[in-house]
């Protein structure tokens, strides 16, 4: 019955007022004004307070639902990601003033709506990107998993980095810097300040078309946060 949300609390405290209900019942069929005026008042206090319970019980779950979220900081789950919510990334975007981090793939969408203004974003905000090593098997392989030419991928890394180093060979790393991950990729990442956008990569899916989910501060953010920091730290290399 647990897996039915169904305890044995529940279901005494239903059975007790459905036997209030029935006695109430009863004592209406004797015809009597006073036996009739209790069986009535049985009747509605047993509906009355299962009414009152399930509402209780309700709200309760509700409650607990929404300490969950605030927990894990959960604020929205997308059906899709990159270009079907650049809108919710460029506002974000627009107004960071403290971190940006990224991590994916080949990151195609990212380089062609952002690659020009990643000098101004770095004036405002730290930012670091993180690309799949561009020579690994993992390219292939996701390449195959996403039912797309075998070296796809591997042509939308080497493109980020060769318009990144065009663009930005001089800035400073300490603000604007890439580099190569080497480790197997769990879940893409978008960080922008006090929000981190993240997904999976599932197979037999482009990645463009799996499922995103927004979080601000909390335990995914902080678990999130140091997944990347500790790929930049320790699983990552800098581009030649």
Not at 166 to 192: G, H, M, W
Not at 194 to 218: D, H, K
């Amino acid at each position: 019955m647990r897996r039915l949300g169904i305890n044995a609390t529940t279901v005494i405290y239903y059975l007790a007022h459905a036997l209030i209900i029935a006695v109430g019942a009863g004592l209406t069929l004797l015809r009597n004004p006073i036996w009739t005026a209790i069986g009535t008042s049985l009747i509605a206090a047993g509906a009355a307070g299962a009414v009152i319970y399930l509402y209780i019980a309700r709200t309760e779950t509700a409650r607990q639902a929404i300490e969950t979220l605030s927990k894990f900081g959960l604020t929205r789950v997308y059906e899709r990601r990159a270009a079907q919510i650049r809108e919710e990334y460029a506002t974000r975007l627009d107004r960071a003033k403290s971190h940006v981090d990224i991590l994916g793939f080949g990151l195609k969408d990212f380089r062609r709506d952002y690659i020009d203004a990643l000098g101004a974003l770095s004036g405002r905000a730290r930012v670091r990107i993180l690309l799949i090593d561009p020579y690994s098997d993992l390219c292939t392989m996701r390449d195959r998993e996403e039912r797309q030419g075998e070296g796809t991928i591997q042509s939308e890394v080497t493109e980020f980095i060769s318009q990144f180093k065009q663009r930005y060979a001089s800035s400073d790393p300490e603000r604007l810097s890439l580099k190569i991950f080497t480790c197997l990729p769990l879940v893409n990442i978008f960080k922008i300040d006090n929000e981190i956008f993240w997904g999976p990569w599932l197979v037999g899916q482009a990645s463009g078309n799996t499922i995103t989910l927004r979080v601000t501060r909390g335990i995914l953010y902080d678990q999130l946060s140091a997944h990347f920091d500790d790929i930049w730290d320790h699983y990552s290399r800098a581009i030649d």
